[in-house]
């Protein structure tokens, strides 16, 4: 069984460093000429899939714009996962879950789980229940060679008033969030399958992100201020690991397939450009 690392570096080198998030939100819909309902949201995410699922390394849907919907956005986004993977795309499910005990192994089964019709390849946790109260979700991706992306340095302005305040340890919230992790992918090749998130807009943070050893998720690029320039100045020496995030820059130029693979080619060469030079 492949790790969700093993996977992810493979390919990260056969399609370019780059995740595509999936956010149909009305304003995206409208601007396409649909209808915020699930016909229109279907036909988004139809087209998404075939302009781009056999071309983008990484596609991250984020459940709440389907969740929207009900029952039958969820059976959407089910329909949405399995095409992406028939075509041999990645898919981080963007849904940020956590909390205790059983209900995070119910998140896990739900997500994690090969028998779950809402397996993907990754999920988004939040870890503000304490890290370890995730561990069922790292069992079941280790289990499975799933993977988990863990929130740890985020682009709101919110964030900072937790991520940054400092533990009695003296370290910051997010250091012992990203020390956490860094253990989990120990000694790991080529790429442990537990990473974090880390938002491309917030510039340099002073945290050290060198033992991860695990995927580093760079969202808040395009449309959220961020350029593919900003991410040597957020992650200095660890770029290699850096996976580029964009959603509506990409997004932005459907519906028309050739617009989409345009517009995803030129930020994918756009990222491998700085990722590969270091600035």
Known sequence: ME??????????????????????????????????????????????????????????????????????????????????????????????????GSTVAAYASAYLDPSSPMYVDALTASPYLGVGSLA??????????????????????????????????????AQL??????????????????GLVVGATIGATGHDLSRVNGPLLAPGLGAQGATAADLPTVFGPNLSAVLPSYSREVLNAGPDADALRAAAARVAADCRRILASGH
């Open 177 to 194: 969030v990203i020390d956490e992790i860094s253990q989990l992918n120990r000694g790991v090749e080529p790429l442990g399958s537990f």
């Open 3 to 100: 790790t969700f690392g093993t996977r992810l570096h493979r390919a990260v080198a056969e399609r370019g460093p780059l995740c595509v998030g999936i956010d149909p939100h009305p304003g995206l819909l409208a601007r396409w000429g649909l209808e915020d309902d699930v016909d229109g949201l279907e036909r988004f995410v139809r087209t998404v899939a075939e302009a781009l699922g056999d071309r983008v390394a990484v596609f991250k849907p984020q459940s709440a714009f389907f969740e929207r919907f009900g029952s039958r956005g969820v059976a959407i986004l089910e329909s949405t996962i399995r095409q992406l993977r028939d075509v041999g795309a990645l898919v981080l499910l963007d849904a940020k879950r956590g909390d205790i």
């Open 136 to 173: 069922p979700m790292f069992e079941t991706a280790a289990a499975h060679g799933g993977g988990v992306f863990v929130l740890a340095l985020t682009s709101n302005p919110e964030g900072a008033e937790v991520q940054r305040a400092v533990t009695s340890g003296g370290r910051t919230v």
